[in-house]
């Protein structure tokens, strides 16, 4: 039967083995604990084990660009050897749970790279960004950590106003009133 070799699931992970009809497996080396997360399943068969990790490290983080409504996303490549891709997943609302994907309004397959561009976003508007990997099958990793990202609003370049005429000179002080703006909606002046 399965065996535990310790009492706390991270002890588990730590030990690197686990014992099955009386075979030591070693599926994770102790070094990646601080430097994956991600989902372990394990499938029973005819009393032969098969581990399957699925593990997807993503130290992501995401840089509001110069470029109006863009934001620069960037990530620890995973080292899987089937690795096929990533999943940028983004929304305007928050998701308050790892697994399974979905859950948010936009998916972009950022194909096999650790950095991507999402373009097009709404200024003054928080976004959402979440990671997956996916491999050569199809399979398809939890999520990543979350980041958000508030797209600024870029400043508008006033370059004219048209004002009123200098009121009459009271007590020392004249005032004057903006009537319009290039382009519209600027203050100051």
Known sequence: MWKKTKNRPIDELASKSYSFIKRKIVYMQTKEIA???????????????????????????????????????????????????????????????????????????????TSYDIVGLNEGVTYYFSITSYDKLGNESCFSNEVSKLIPVTPVNCTSFTYSSWSACVNNTQTRTVLSSSPSGCTGG
């Not at 620890?76 to 749970?97: F, H, P």
């Open 35 to 113: 430097l994956w997360k991600g989902l372990v399943i394990i499938f029973f068969a005819v009393g032969v084990m098969i581990a399957s990790v699925a593990m997807v490290y993503f130290n992501i983080q995401g840089k509001t660009k110069a470029a109006t409504g863009s934001a620069h996303l960037i990530w620890k490549a995973n080292s899987e050897s089937d690795l096929a891709g990533y999943k940028i997943y983004y929304s305007t609302r928050v998701r308050n749970n790892n697994c399974p994907p979905g859950g948010y309004d936009n998916v972009v397959d950022a194909k096999n790279v």
